[in-house]
């Protein structure tokens, strides 16, 4: 079992940055494969990013590359996302997940344990 918190979303003018953490308690967590996903209001939730257990393998979605940056410290059993130049259509509900499974991985069903989220509103 593994719980999870995220923290740092806030407002932020477009064009800024944001660092959201994610804390995991439990067993095991070097062993998981982490993830950022995120969700708006009335949409389906979609995945942002995405790191294997060794740090070797990481994961974008196309609408984040090249401005967010996703990382792990296995000793503080915490995951990260760096988030850049962030634009309005970036607002929305951001929840960190556990996977099991393989690497890097990007479909939602592969992931096993979600904490509750942090909002992250981008205005411009």
């Known amino acids: 079992q593994v719980q999870l918190v995220e923290s740092g979303g806030g407002l932020v003018q477009a064009g800024g940055s944001l660092r959201l953490s994610c804390a995991a308690s439990?067993?095991?967590?070097?062993?998981?494969?982490m993830g950022w996903f995120r969700q708006v209001p009335g949409k389906e939730r979609e995945f942002v990013a995405a790191?294997?257990?060794?740090?070797?393998?990481?994961n974008y979605a196309d609408s984040v590359k090249g401005r967010f940056t996703i990382s792990r410290d296995n000793a503080k059993n915490a995951v990260y996302v760096e988030m850049n130049s962030l634009k309005p259509e970036d607002t929305a509900v951001y929840y960190c997940?556990?996977?099991?499974?393989?690497?890097?991985?990007?479909?939602?069903?592969?992931?096993?344990?979600w904490g509750q989220g942090t909002q992250v509103t981008v205005s411009s």
């Open positions: 790191i294997s257990w060794s740090a070797g393998n990481t």
């Open positions: 997940a556990a996977s099991r499974y393989g690497s890097a991985n990007s479909r939602q069903d592969d992931y096993h344990y």
């Open positions: 439990g067993r095991a967590f070097s062993r998981y494969t």
